[in-house]
């Protein structure tokens, strides 16, 4: 006959050997590892070392620009948001750290009770009372596997997630402000170019009908010159509307009221000289911050599933409370009142229908997932780069180009004059030499835009800027 000890010896070492079988392995299985493979050098460029950027904006040597970005990183609204969520993240950090301490509680009751008592004999007596109490409490959860310091260490990895995440957004703003403020200088020399274009359309068109009273040109031309110069006018007013749009447009990256920015000229600006060296494509991996918010990621994740994993083991409380009780309250504080009482409580799941094993499985899948997020952002960084490259190794031989050929239309120019002083070419034909030259001046100047705006994402594409290969804060 089996005797009572000896199931309960039983029943211990099997639970014994299920705690052993539980804890052989605190690590999750989160499989192989996704890596990236990329070339030692980028295919235009094989600097070998990234550049030590202030604040690349100082670049362009503008004060007013300089003003109005430290007034955008004050006020902008997005940032604003940004800041509040990363100071979220840092209380909830705190709530979690939390658990890592006793818990200490304050309890006061008054019970009013009512029951039968023995009053004599075969007889009871229905007894009204009011029992009171005050007890200190205090629980305590052992940190036995490390599961509450893990749930620490996860909170703090997603406020390292978070930082990088204003981080990007804060380089995003600055580069599109910066983009759009240059845009909106060579809007401004675009009106001025228009206007001299118009005025000499306008004399040719008063030449071509004195011409044409004289009888020497057919009025196909002056018709043909009234359409040219009322699509000049209708350019015009577009360049004015896109004009006061884009200084709009920078008011809502400042949070203000739409009204006329100051600006630098572009004959200013466009000599600034803004050439950006990527350093190794490695360099990314440290350099751009969305790509350290998604190893952050990771790295929660990771210690998220390993919590999930430690859920399935023992559970230790330790638990306390000491105070007084009576049924008289002014007898409520004495000595022959006091209570206390001390208890420690192992909790162990054993059977749940497989729930925290799907849960734990469920945490492993969420890494994964965020694992191919981060090959995704990896190789998005890579092509960002490389395209920003290409263009402006394409946009280096466009100004060459474009160079060339302004030198070519300052020629014909000058030859146009002398053929015109010689009496061998119309005012018309110098006229149309002017224009040549100014449109390619045009094309000429927003190149050399396109060329700076690309410079400005490959600087975003690189991560922002850098203080000694550092991101810029």
Not at 114 to 142: C, D, H, I, R, T
């Amino acid at each position: 006959m089996t005797s009572t000890p000896t199931i309960k010896n039983l029943l211990k070492l099997g639970l014994l050997s299920f705690l052993i079988l539980q804890a052989c392995s605190f690590e999750p299985d989160l499989g192989k590892k996704i890596s990236i493979a990329y070339p030692d050098h980028y295919h235009y460029d094989s600097s070998s070392s990234l550049p030590k950027l202030n604040a690349w904006w100082h670049y362009f040597h503008d004060p007013r620009l300089n003003k109005l970005i430290a007034s955008l990183l004050q006020k902008n609204f997005d940032l604003k948001k940004a800041s509040y969520t990363l100071l979220q993240f840092k209380k909830k950090l705190d709530v979690t750290g939390s658990t890592l301490y006793p818990q200490f509680n304050l309890q006061a009751q008054v019970q009013r009770e009512g029951k039968y008592v023995p009053y004599m004999p075969n007889q009871k007596k229905y007894l009204v009372q009011n029992n009171y109490s005050v007890f200190l409490m205090a629980s305590y959860e052992l940190d036995l596997f490390r599961k509450l310091s893990d749930q620490k260490k996860a909170a703090f990895q997603q406020i390292l997630e978070n930082q990088y995440d204003v981080q990007t957004l804060r380089q995003s703003i600055i580069c599109s402000f910066v983009s759009t403020y240059l845009q909106l200088s060579l809007l401004d020399y675009k009106l001025k170019v228009q206007s001299k274009i118009i005025c000499l359309e306008q004399s040719n068109l008063k030449y071509l009908l004195k011409s044409y009273e004289q009888g020497n040109v057919d009025y196909s031309q002056i018709i043909q010159k009234k359409i040219t110069l009322a699509e000049l006018k209708n350019s015009f007013k577009e360049l004015q509307h896109n004009l006061t749009s884009t200084q709009y447009q920078l008011c809502t990256f400042l949070n203000q009221y739409p009204h006329p920015i100051s600006f630098t000229l572009w004959e200013k600006l466009r000599q600034i000289k803004l050439t950006i060296k990527p350093g190794l494509p490695s360099s990314l991996l440290k350099s751009r911050p969305d790509i350290l918010a998604k190893e952050k990621k990771l790295k929660q994740l990771a210690l998220e599933a390993k919590i999930k994993r430690k859920a399935r083991f023992p559970q230790i409380t330790l638990t306390g409370q000491t105070g007084y009780t009576s049924n008289k309250l002014k007898q409520l504080f004495t000595p022959t009142n006091t209570l206390f009482n001390l208890a420690a409580g192992l909790v162990q799941p054993l059977f749940e229908a497989g729930k925290l094993k799907r849960e734990e499985e469920i945490a492993v899948l969420e890494y994964k997932k965020a694992e191919i997020d981060y090959a995704k952002t990896l190789l998005q960084a890579f092509k960002e780069v490389e395209v920003c490259l290409d263009l402006s190794h394409s946009l280096k031989a466009q100004l060459a180009q474009l160079k060339a050929n302004l030198d070519l239309q300052e020629k014909n120019l000058l030859l146009t004059q002398y053929q015109y002083n010689k009496g061998n070419a119309s005012y018309v034909d110098l006229n149309q030499a002017k224009i040549s030259l100014l449109k390619t001046k045009l094309n000429l100047e927003q190149t050399r835009l396109n060329y700076f705006i690309n410079q400005i994402n490959l600087i975003k594409a690189l991560g922002g800027a850098w203080v000694k290969g550092q991101i810029y804060q």
